[in-house]
């Protein structure tokens, strides 16, 4: 008697593959191995759907994203930051599997995949994914405190992660220590942060947000 494997609702992977034949067999075997399965004929398509749907992965057909003449993996990036992609390709084309590791992929599979192999990777590409959301998750929490800033509580703000002390502040800013004060504890305030140490952690993490460029969020300004 055989059991059928949990289904992860929370993991929704993507199967893109211009074939039909190739495209059931990879949704049969991801199926199989416990997860809610989604399919696309195209790049284009999938795009389309990648921001609304989320996928913790897609297994992605080489041949089928250059015929979309789209760069999957970076348009991807920019619609569901959290989506990891492995590649499967019927030829062993070591520059396209060596492009498609650079570009960020978790694995490039040749087809027929086997099913172990695509259990792997599929399997790291969701611890990755699942790693990867919750890291945003934390810098969308720092980044939507960092947003209640008034444009020269932001200014404050970025000299105390350089390090400098109200005296010094005041000085950049043109202003008087007893206003740099004021500004520091209203701050903190909007910040939550009760801290010095908790500050800086904000602001590294409010950092890194700007580095991935993660949801073009600009902090809507405020008043004074």
């Known amino acids: ?19 039909r034949p190739s495209r059931e067999v990879l949704a049969r075997l991801v199926t ?69 590791m650079k570009a960020g992929a978790i694995d490039f599979l040749l087809k027929p995949v086997r099913a172990p192999a695509l259990h792997d990777a599929v399997t790291r590409a969701v611890a990755q994914s ?34 400098k002390r109200n005296k010094q502040i005041a000085l950049e800013l043109d202003s008087c220590e007893s206003t740099v004060k004021v500004h520091r504890a209203r701050m903190a305030q909007k910040l939550e942060a009760r801290t010095l140490v908790d500050m800086l952690m904000l602001g590294t993490l409010v950092r890194r947000q700007r580095e991935v460029g993660v949801r073009d969020r600009r902090p809507r300004a405020a008043n004074e």
């Open 130 to 163: 699942i790693e990867r959301r919750s890291t945003l998750a934390t810098m969308e929490w720092a980044y939507e405190r960092y947003a209640r800033l008034s444009p020269r509580e932001r200014q404050v703000f970025d000299l105390v992660l350089q390090g």
């Open 32 to 100: 199989t191995f416990g997860y809610r399965v989604v399919s696309f004929a195209s790049g284009a398509a999938f795009l389309e759907s990648a921001q609304r749907l989320a996928p913790c992965c897609a297994v992605v057909d080489t041949r089928t994203a250059a015929r979309s003449g789209l760069d999957v993996r970076l348009r991807v990036c920019e619609r569901s930051p959290e989506t990891t992609i492995v590649f499967v390709s019927e030829s062993n084309d070591v520059e396209a599997g060596v492009a498609a």
């Open 1 to 19: 008697h055989s059991t059928s494997p949990p289904m992860q609702s929370d993991n929704v992977i993507s199967i893109v593959d211009a074939d």
